[in-house]
């Protein structure tokens, strides 16, 4: 193309043949040959240009030639680039596919149909037919073969219960037969057999081994003894022919075997049967029997826990609930057949109400009766330094923890009140010495029952 054409000039060329038309475009050339072109104008000046070539059409890649093999039953087909050229490119439509050195293509998703292109170093395109690679030939379902349990009757069974009537199926070792409802014949019970289903397409799966069981034998009848009920247990029961390599179920559920053919779990006053299994699952089932239930034991209550004051006295009071009450006694005491006992203990005891029924089950219950000191309080007391009665002491107070103490004065002024007296008290009030003389006290030492003691204590220096 002349870029600066003016329609005003007129143009010739070097070799001739050349033509510039509207627009500046030249045309006429043979590619590869050297041209000028002369511009003149309406006054008969020229100019020339300088030489150029116009390239001859570039060469294009050869088209891409696709071969593809067929899917198998185990893979999906291939696609190869037979007249594959290193110094070419290749790209395929739609993207993804890759070309390897010897021609092999990758990437591709099975039944989608591709075109590949190829481009050499001139950037000339050439691209192939379409094709598409085949997806893997499926294979027939693996056959799912079901077993039933030999029975102490029969042979087990066996089943293909996905069984297809487009499949053939075959077995090994051979002899198997399955039939149109899937069941299979001809076995040898106790022999492991797969059986191979093939399709139309001639692809195989095979079944995982099974075995069908040879009849079963049944295990020896459950030999159930029983013991007597007492008065602290229920009675048991005893699987005596027990052997660990059966199962046992009950009727009613519930029950339990252990080691040892020891019977638990069971309701006394019921009655059961046990019925063992073997491994073979054949099963039976003992006679009935009952396990007797705890004889009744009279239930015994005594009260709450009683505290007194040495010197006084009590009276215990019992309850015996049950049926047939034969005797009770109170110990110590040895109090027969009442249900009160009045005590008056010198020291903290405990007193037992032992009953007995007509079963002769017997039971008890204890009352603990705490005995506290009569208090001997001091009147008078010396807090002269001198480490002799210088507190006011009251022997046994310790024994009195929630025990309220008041001190007063002879004006009634409140110069000492303490809870849990702790014999500490050094005749002074907010840490000052009180005077000599009498004081008086009251002392709340058991709260529960409102025992009070008042009286006076004197202060000698």
Same mark, same amino acid.
């Given at each position: ?109 099975? =039944? ?318 907010? =840490? ?30």
């Amino acid at each position: 193309t002349v870029t600066n054409y003016l329609s005003t000039n007129t143009y010739s060329s070097t070799p001739v043949g050349l033509s510039v038309g509207v627009g500046g475009v030249v045309t006429g050339f043979t590619c590869s040959t050297s041209y000028t072109i002369t511009a003149t104008n309406a006054a008969t000046c020229q100019s020339t240009s300088t030489s150029f070539t116009v390239a001859c059409q570039l060469a294009a890649p050869p088209v891409p030639t696709i071969t593809t093999t067929a899917a198998t039953c185990a893979a999906n087909g291939t696609a190869t680039v037979t007249n594959y050229l290193s110094t070419n490119t290749y790209s395929s439509a739609p993207v993804g596919l890759t070309v390897s050195a010897t021609g092999v293509i990758t990437g591709f998703t099975c =039944g989608t149909s591709y075109t590949i292109t190829a481009t050499n170093a001139a950037t000339c395109q050439s691209t192939s037919t379409s094709f598409t690679v085949a997806c893997r030939l499926s294979s027939p379902a693996t056959p799912t073969v079901t077993t039933t349990a030999a029975t102490c009757a029969a042979n087990g069974t066996a089943t293909v219960t996905n069984y297809l009537s487009t499949n053939t199926y075959s077995s090994t070792p051979v002899g198997l037969t399955v039939s149109a409802t899937g069941v299979i014949t001809g076995f040898t019970c106790g022999t492991s057999y797969t059986i191979t289903a093939t399709n139309a397409s001639t692809c195989q799966s095979t079944s995982t081994s099974f075995t069908v069981g040879c009849q079963l034998a049944q295990p020896a009848t459950p030999t159930i003894t029983t013991t007597a009920a007492t008065c602290a247990a229920n009675g048991t029961a005893t699987v005596t022919n027990y052997l660990s390599t059966n199962t046992y179920t009950s009727t009613p559920a519930g029950l339990s075997v252990g080691v040892g053919g020891v019977v638990t779990g069971f309701t006394c006053g019921t009655s059961y049967t046990i019925t063992a299994t073997n491994a073979a699952t054949c099963q039976s089932t003992s006679t009935s029997f009952t396990v007797g239930c705890q004889l009744s034991v009279p239930i015994v209550n005594v009260g709450s826990p009683v505290t007194i004051i040495e010197g006084e006295q009590t009276v215990l009071n019992g309850v015996i609930l049950g049926n047939s009450i034969v005797s009770s006694i109170w110990t110590p005491g040895g109090v027969l057949n009442s249900l009160t006992f009045t005590v008056s203990p010198l020291v903290t005891t405990t007193f037992r109400l032992t009953a007995t029924n007509i079963n002769g089950c017997s039971s008890f219950n204890t009352v603990l009766v705490r005995v506290l000191p009569l208090l001997k309080i001091p009147n008078v007391f010396s807090p002269n330094g001198d480490n002799i009665n210088d507190k006011w002491v009251i022997p046994g107070i310790d024994k009195y923890p929630e025990s309220s103490l008041s001190i007063y004065n002879r004006y009634g002024q409140l110069v000492k009140k303490t809870v849990g007296y702790k014999n500490d008290w050094d005749g002074t009030f907010n =840490g000052k010495a009180l005077p000599v003389g009498t004081y008086f006290y009251v002392l709340d030492y058991v709260q529960k029952t409102k025992k009070t003691i008042g009286g006076s204590v004197s202060i000698l220096r």
